[in-house]
């Protein structure tokens, strides 16, 4: 008899951080599949549309046909797109290749063409208050094994920079519900004179070998972007992430005229067509959504697909604030593709890898993901329901005259 749908629960818990987690359930008690489904301080708004809206959508249905309920729940429901209907579709999605690789007995990358290189390059994070603490980061960084290092430095001045703050950490981390959000004050000016003496300092320090990486998190203007580019040109970056924000694609070509430097792009992005031209103009080197937010795997190949004809490469993201399991959804899909670039990621906290076990595991500057399976991840569900969940915000960028940043 043919496996249906039977439940779709949804586990919101709070370990270190929320996670919304998405767990379907089929008519076989042994079958079930684990998807990732957190937006970052928009948790229950995901949870809501889940539950209430697409769960019922889903009961009686066979859960092989991943394509098939992917454009139900995207076209045909009419409603579509945006951070919180693609970040509900993404859980699905997850959850049911977890299923269809729990059925065949094979790992998801396999389902995907199988293996097309034995581990993902990976990047790590390291920032400091000043170049010292950053070097140290790299250091240490290096030390453990990684091969390409993302670097970010407070800019002097500023109480916070994306990446690096100066304020009391237990501000970041508090969950207190009272708590509205942490205010970084940003100027682009100081940012963009210290950035350039940090990566020069860093070269200078390291040597040439180590791949370096810089998140601008979209606060330049076009222009002020294209002068960071070009005076970071000589020191070989990896990438520049997101130097500008991504609604006005035409801002790009703007930088490309001025620089060589290679620019990565996507985390905003929730469907393929928000960075199309991006891709087919070749106006960024690296697209860099996050699959957590952009409907899941199904999509990603498609994404892929298409870099692939522009010589753009993935550079899927890899952030703290989404599951194991879109980790490993990454890496599945780093694995399987032609045009594979590099793989963010982050070490997940002890407390987060006892209720969702089975993220990618990192050796010797690569990322991997197990035999196992499905996607290899999992949940302990007892122990995910002692962490109820808190709410939490990002934090508001405001420049120094009290204006929300108009990046
Ligand atoms: O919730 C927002 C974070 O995921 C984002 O700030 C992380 O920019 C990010 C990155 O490159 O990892
Ligand atoms: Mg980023």
């Not at 009419?78 to 959850?95: E, H, I, K, Q, S």
């Not at 970041?172 to 300092?201: G, N, T």
């Not at 993201?317 to 694995?335: C, K, R, S």
């Not at 890898?353 to 399976?373: C, I, K, R, W």
Request: aromatic share 8%.
């Amino acid at each position: 008899m043919a496996l249906t749908i039977t439940n779709v629960k949804v586990l919101v818990t709070c370990p270190d951080r929320n996670y919304v987690l998405v767990k379907i359930e089929t008519s076989d008690p042994g079958v079930y599949g684990w998807g990732d489904a957190t937006l970052n301080g928009r948790e229950l708004a995901v949870a809501a549309a889940l539950e209430q809206h697409i769960a019922p959508l889903l009961i009686g249905r066979d859960p092989d046909r991943i394509e098939d309920l992917w454009q139900m729940i995207y076209r045909g429901t009419y409603w579509r797109g945006g951070p919180v209907l693609m970040t509900a579709l993404a859980g699905v999605d997850l959850a049911l290749w977890d299923i269809k690789g729990k059925r065949a007995g094979m790992p998801v990358y396999s389902l995907l063409g199988g293996r097309t290189r034995d581990g993902a390059l990976a990047y790590t994070h390291c920032s400091g208050r000043d170049f010292a603490e950053v070097e140290d980061s790299v250091r240490a960084a290096m030390a453990r094994g990684f091969k390409a290092i993302r670097v970010q430095v407070l800019v002097p001045g500023m109480s916070g920079t994306y990446g690096v703050s100066n304020q009391p950490a237990e501000r970041y981390s508090s969950f207190d519900m009272e708590a509205l959000p942490l205010v970084e004050r940003f100027e682009p000016s100081p940012y963009l004179r210290v950035i350039p003496k940090l990566v020069e300092h860093l070269r200078v320090a390291l040597g040439d070998e180590i791949e370096l990486l810089h998140d601008v998190h979209e606060r330049l203007t076009p222009i002020q972007a294209a002068r960071l580019a070009k005076e970071l040109e000589a020191y070989h970056l990896f990438f520049l992430e997101d130097p500008i924000r991504p609604e006005n694609k035409e801002s790009f070509r703007l930088i490309r005229q001025h620089t060589t430097i290679p620019i990565a792009m996507g985390e905003l992005f929730h469907t393929r067509w928000d960075g199309l031209p991006l891709i087919t103009e070749q106006l960024i080197d690296f697209i860099r959504c996050d699959l957590g937010h952009i409907g899941g795997i199904s999509e990603a190949r498609k994404i892929a697909a298409i870099a692939e004809s522009f010589y753009v490469q993935t550079a899927w993201h890899g952030p703290g604030d989404i599951a194991p399991m879109t980790h490993a959804a990454n890496v599945h899909v780093d694995l399987s593709i032609a045009n594979f670039g590099i793989q963010e990621m982050v070490f997940f906290p002890e407390v987060a890898q006892e209720v969702m076990p089975g993220a990618p595991t990192f050796a010797d500057g690569y990322l991997n993901v197990t035999d196992a399976p499905g996607l290899g991840t999992d949940v302990n569900e007892a122990l995910a329901a002692t962490y109820p969940y808190k709410r939490a915000y990002l934090p508001v960028v405001r420049r120094v005259d009290g204006s929300v940043g108009d990046w």
